[in-house]
């Protein structure tokens, strides 16, 4: 028994960690979410719940509520373009399989913030796609991608859509494939089998693919800083801004944890289907 | 013959260079339980996609109920299938599973109500209609399945090994339980299984596959008595195979010894044949003793006992020849079995058979 104890030492290096570096931060972004800011800027510990006022000030609202259209549009693209995908190489990929798979990881081995670069550069009015319509004489001008909203929903969809495609492939890999010919055996035309058979047998995948993908949709401020405008502003951006540009962190706290909150809910009610289904829990 | 329900013509099927399905011809009667046997690979389960509409023919027509079908996708035609794996959806309850069939075909609502009840009465499984698949055991899933074709009411049901994952006990009880459903309901069931006992014991008639031809096609009887080739005489049950030359008057000669073998037929004196004797219908006795269990129309040789292995229902007596070709033996318990009279290995023994048990391979 004593080895037993022995081996229960070994959590300490991992919760130790998890606590200075984890915990210890978040519990203090919570304490200064409460406070104000001094006259020199700076975030002072208090209690008052201005900031949390603040937050849904209608100044603000518009910027969460975009925040989370643009998550849910780009988890609805990202399964609508990631589900055929997914499908296609779990059921046909037959031994390219796994080379596909990689060749659609690779790209993420890429920092994400490197990766919208490359987006500014094909996207700018200068850059490389707008060049060719121009010079193809398919386009008088340039057309505006950037600073708009499908510069940046697209640029969410191109960087979390592996977390939509991964699951999916687990879930419809994972499928007995009979139970498709079952569906067609008991006269499921070949759509209707998809939607009655297969959409259902796939649907942990899906449930983990569109919180995977919601999740860091909804936080982000890469895709709105790089790829968008004024008018694209995300609640990441409002955020990073509080912390770096306003210097108002008490006020980029308060946003974080009401943030935290909201992805909280989503994140216990897909933990709670996936512990009654059998959902893959990534 | 009743109506014909299926006709396979010159079907095959080749996937690349591999020719899964060679050239089979079978025609199945309505009603009929048939069951399609061979080893893994044979070809049989192929054959049954091919009804079924998941395979289509590289050659060759399918006929069902006179209809050519070949190219009718599956979801078109009036068979239904029970799969090995079941296929249930987990997502729906039994009744949900059930239904499923009914409800693509938009058979109204209330017949769809009164369909799935009988259909889960017939299986036996009244009382589980709400239950999830994952809370079935393997037996009930297969009730499951198999009500779930069965409600459709098809022309053919095709069932793909359905008992291969269930223990032997509750196979047993399913076999009976399957065949008196089959009676009941009257659908042609085309029965695909690698089991040699559950096809001789369910089947009307059975076709015997081997590397994607049909070896043999007959009533369970006729297989089992009078297998045409090698492979069925191996393939089903057990047989001793002997390899002798054939004598004027209808006799093979077997080293020393000189048999009298009927349906020589086709073969010419001199000529080199396989005969094959069953195990249950090779008699052994003691030297110089009374004859107990060789009857006075039996064919005998000697022998020696190589090794004895107890069954329970009987012994297994391994034996060599005097030509030194060996031989199995199944004695009943009975027969010869008892206590103080038991056989040594080593032990010189008389060996016979009934001539006409004597099936001649080519």
């Not at chain 2, 060599?320 to 060996?326: A, C, E, Q, T």
Request: hydrophobic letters at 45%; charged letters at 20%; a negative charge.
């Amino acid at each position: 028994m004593t080895s037993k104890r022995f081996w229960d030492w070994f959590i300490f290096p991992g919760g130790v960690w998890i606590a200075l570096l984890f915990a210890v931060p978040l519990c203090l972004v919570l304490a200064l979410s409460f406070g104000h800011v001094d006259d020199f800027g700076r975030g002072v510990y208090g209690f008052t719940l201005d900031n949390y006022k603040d937050v849904f000030d209608p100044t603000y609202v518009p910027v969460l509520l975009r925040s989370v259209g643009y998550a849910l549009a780009t988890v609805i693209l990202c399964l609508l373009v990631g589900y055929p995908v997914a499908y296609f190489i779990a059921r046909h990929g037959g031994r390219y399989r796994y080379a596909l798979l990689a060749a659609l990881v690779i790209p993420f081995f890429v920092n994400y913030l490197v990766r919208t670069y490359a987006w500014v550069a094909l996207l700018s009015d200068q850059g490389l796609v707008n060049n060719l319509l121009v010079d193809l004489g398919l386009s008088q001008q340039p057309i505006q991608f950037i600073n708009t909203p499908f510069a940046v929903i697209g640029g969410l969809v191109y960087g979390y859509i592996i977390f939509m495609i991964l699951p999916l492939y687990g879930s419809i890999e994972r499928m007995d494939p009979s139970v498709i010919e079952a569906g067609k055996d008991l006269y499921g035309s070949p759509f209707r089998t998809f939607l009655h058979v297969t959409l259902p047998a796939t649907q942990a995948g899906i449930l983990a693919g569109c919180v995977l993908v919601f999740l860091p949709a909804v936080g982000d401020f890469v895709s709105a800083q790089l790829l968008g405008g004024p008018d694209t502003y995300m609640v990441g951006n409002l955020i990073q801004d509080q912390f770096f540009a306003a210097s108002n962190w008490p006020f980029g706290s308060a946003l974080t944890v009401i943030m935290m909150l909201f992805l909280a809910v989503w994140m216990v009610f897909y933990l709670r289907r996936a512990s009654r289904g059998e959902a893959e829990v990534l | 013959m009743a109506e014909e329900a299926i006709r396979i013509e010159n079907v095959t099927k080749r996937f690349g260079d591999f020719t899964a399905v060679d050239d089979v011809d079978l025609s199945i009667a309505q009603g009929e339980f048939f069951s399609l046997l061979g080893p893994s690979g044979c070809g049989k389960t192929t054959t049954l996609r091919m009804l079924a509409g998941f395979e289509v023919p590289t050659a060759g027509r399918i006929l069902l109920e006179g209809d050519p079908v070949e190219d009718v996708p599956p979801h078109q035609r009036n068979v239904n299938m029970v799969f090995q794996s079941y296929a249930l959806f987990e997502h729906l309850d039994v009744q949900g599973n059930v239904a499923f069939g009914l409800k693509r075909k938009k058979v109204a609502k209330d017949e769809i109500v009164t369909r799935v009840a009988e259909a889960l009465e017939l299986v036996d499984l009244s009382s589980r209609a709400a239950a999830r698949p994952n809370e079935l055991s393997g037996g009930q899933r297969q009730r499951v399945a198999l009500a779930r074709a069965l409600v459709n009411r098809p022309r053919v049901l095709l069932l793909d090994e359905p008992l291969g994952a269930l223990d032997l006990k509750l196979r047993r009880q399913m076999q009976i339980e399957l065949k008196a459903i089959q009676r009941e309901v009257g659908i042609t069931f085309v029965y695909v299984t690698h089991d040699q006992e559950e096809a001789l014991s369910m089947s009307d008639r059975i076709a015997v596959m081997s590397d994607g031809r049909v070896a043999q096609c007959g009533p369970p009887e006729e297989i089992y008595e009078h297998p045409r080739e090698e492979f069925v005489a191996g393939f089903i049950g057990v047989s001793n195979l002997l390899e002798g030359k054939v004598e004027p008057g209808g006799k093979v000669r077997i080293g020393d010894d000189c048999l009298p073998v009927p349906g020589l037929d086709g073969a010419g004196n001199g000529d080199t044949i396989q005969i094959a004797v069953r195990p249950e219908k090779v008699a052994v006795d003691e030297i110089g003793a009374d004859a107990y269990a060789i009857e006075p129309d039996m064919f005998t040789v000697e022998g020696e006992i190589e090794s004895k292995v107890y069954l329970g229902v009987g012994n297994q007596l391994t034996l060599k020849l005097g030509n030194g070709s060996r031989l199995v033996a199944l004695e009943q318990a009975t027969y010869r079995m008892r206590a103080d009279e038991q056989w040594e290995v080593g032990q010189k023994v008389k060996v016979g058979w009934h001539p006409e048990h004597c099936m001649v391979l080519s």
